[in-house]
């Protein structure tokens, strides 16, 4: 199965994982990161050089990052590989979704391609939908 990490600006990361485990309990190779202010960005990649490995049961591992472009994604990009693919525009859904896909086995890439794909339909003007009622 493949881990998960999931890394942030403060706590949404920290958030993120205490909500899905509210929706998908015991979830296992699942651990979050967060970069505060104080933190040093080459301390931080090394800490997440670190949950990587935790995670890591050889199937791969997925980083979830909060944006791209920012110092969190920045560096984990120094992480990337085959066997380690980072997806940003961390939500709630994208973890679950990833959470529930995992378990069915596929590669990484097919898993993926599945995760942006449900993400993406995750996003929704609730108020254009309503109104087409």
Excluded: W
């Amino acid at each position: 199965m493949v881990g998960i990490v999931v890394i942030s600006h403060g706590d949404m990361a920290k958030g993120v994982l205490s909500a899905a485990s509210m929706l998908s309990p015991g979830s296992e190779q699942l651990v979050s990161l967060s970069l505060y202010p104080e933190d040093n960005p080459d301390e931080y990649q090394k800490k997440l050089e670190e949950k990587i490995r935790e995670v890591d049961s050889g199937d791969g591992v997925f980083i979830l990052a909060d944006m791209l472009g920012g110092t969190p994604c920045n560096r984990a990009m120094y992480s990337l590989g085959e066997k380690t693919r980072m997806l940003t525009g961390l939500s709630l859904p994208m973890l679950c979704s990833l959470l529930a896909i995992r378990e069915e086995g596929a590669d990484i890439l097919s898993i993926a391609k599945e995760v942006m794909a449900e993400a993406k339909e995750g996003m929704v003007d609730v108020n254009e939908l309503t109104e087409k009622d």
